[in-house]
């Protein structure tokens, strides 16, 4: 396998699992999730200088990514939110959403991973 293609789905992997992990945990677990969740956007970053070194124009797939990345924007302002107090905090909303979410971004990523070693395979 292509190490740049390794180093996409380490991104995606690393990415949103921690991501969704950010929305159930505070303190010390917190800052661990998100540091490992920066670790997948440095596969991201890796993965996409690769595959320009190669010639290849992987735009489109990168931006699946990071459509799928916004909705948890929405999810962690809300746990801002219900930290400062200033709306109340509803969990089993707030684990469907994330949860949600997360499917949806793992079935994303599942095609654009598979369209990806489809389309360029002849390259990769």
Request: charged share 15%.
């Given at each position: 396998?292509?190490?740049?293609i ?13 991501i969704t ?13 998100l540091?490992?969740?920066?670790v ?7 993965s ?23 909705p ?5 302002l ?20 994330s ?26």
């Amino acid at each position: 396998m292509n190490k740049n293609i390794l180093f996409f789905i380490l991104g995606i992997v690393f990415t949103f699992s921690f991501i969704t992990l950010l929305q159930f945990f505070s303190g010390f677990a917190f800052v661990r999730c998100l540091i490992l969740m920066h670790v997948g956007i440095f596969f991201f970053i890796l993965s996409k200088r690769g595959f320009k070194k190669q010639g290849m124009d992987v735009s489109k797939y990168y931006k699946r990514e990071y459509i799928c990345l916004f909705p948890y924007l929405a999810i962690m302002l809300y746990k801002i939110l219900t930290t400062l107090k200033i709306v109340p905090m509803m969990e089993p909303l707030k684990i469907t959403v994330s949860l949600t979410i997360t499917v949806i971004a793992v079935l994303v990523s599942i095609f654009n991973v598979r369209e990806l070693l489809h389309t360029n395979s002849h390259t990769i």
